[in-house]
């Protein structure tokens, strides 16, 4: 197996030092950045399995990294933030990102986040048929998804909840069984942002986002997927 790489992207220089450390102890290469447009150079020339981005940086913040980098990436982005706000984070979620870290935090729990995160979107899987709503087909074996035939860009983390559903059509997952069943994991408070990665791909997929026909909400419950023909 080839070595993990990570990017920790912070103007906090001595945390910078400390996750370095944390994740080198773990077999990790480790790139490091303190400002945004030096980040954004490291991910295209060193193409790192994930990124851990701080959101408040000089000259570049950590919202506009990672809209940058979704314009031609899929690469996992687990962000830090200092930043009490649930609205904050659900942006971030919004745009791309994958996770999210509320500082102050453990490094041994950033450094988890990130195995779990790299297991998720690395790891094998079968090789299904591909699964047909309408328009938009899922190639869960190509890891594609497309819509009216056209390609549609998923963050990891979406694509993986997308897959949850689309393989238990009907089902309804509740907002925790999302997070356990995707994440590997669950702590309090993430469960609600699984509502701004579900956005997300009713933006993608739907005609209408605003009325959903395939990925749909059960009041009080959670999400299921309705539609789904085998080809």
């Known amino acids: 197996m080839s070595q993990r790489s990570v990017l920790i992207v912070d103007d906090d220089v001595k945390l ?14 480790v790139y490091t950045a303190n400002d945004g447009l030096t980040a954004l150079k490291i991910a295209r020339d060193k193409q790192p399995d994930i990124l851990v981005l701080d959101l408040m940086l000089p000259g570049m913040d950590g919202w506009d990294i990672c809209r940058t980098l979704r314009r031609d990436s899929e690469v996992p982005i687990l962000m830090l933030t200092a930043r009490d706000e649930e ?3 659900l942006v971030g979620l919004e745009i791309g990102a994958d996770d999210y870290v509320t500082k102050p935090f453990s490094p041994k729990e950033v450094v988890a986040r990130v195995k779990a995160i790299l297991r998720r979107t690395k790891g094998t899987t079968t090789t299904p048929v591909p699964l047909r709503m309408g328009d938009v087909t899922i190639d869960l074996e190509q ?14 983390t979406e694509f993986k909840i997308l897959e949850l559903l689309a393989k238990n ?20 408070g993430y469960e609600r942002t699984v509502d701004a990665h579900v956005k997300n791909l009713r933006r993608k997929i739907e005609d ?3 009325e959903p026909v395939y990925i749909q909400t059960v009041y009080g419950v959670g999400y299921r997927m309705a539609g789904i023909q085998n080809e």
């Open 16 to 29: 910078v030092e400390l996750l370095q450390l944390y994740f080198q102890k773990d077999g990790f290469v």
């Open 87 to 89: 609205s904050d984070r």
């Open 143 to 156: 890891y594609q998804i497309t819509k009216g035939g056209q390609p549609v860009e998923l963050t990891p």
């Open 169 to 188: 059509p009907g089902r309804v997952f509740s907002r925790l069984q999302i997070v356990e069943q995707t994440q590997g994991y669950s702590f309090e």
């Open 208 to 210: 209408n986002p605003k």
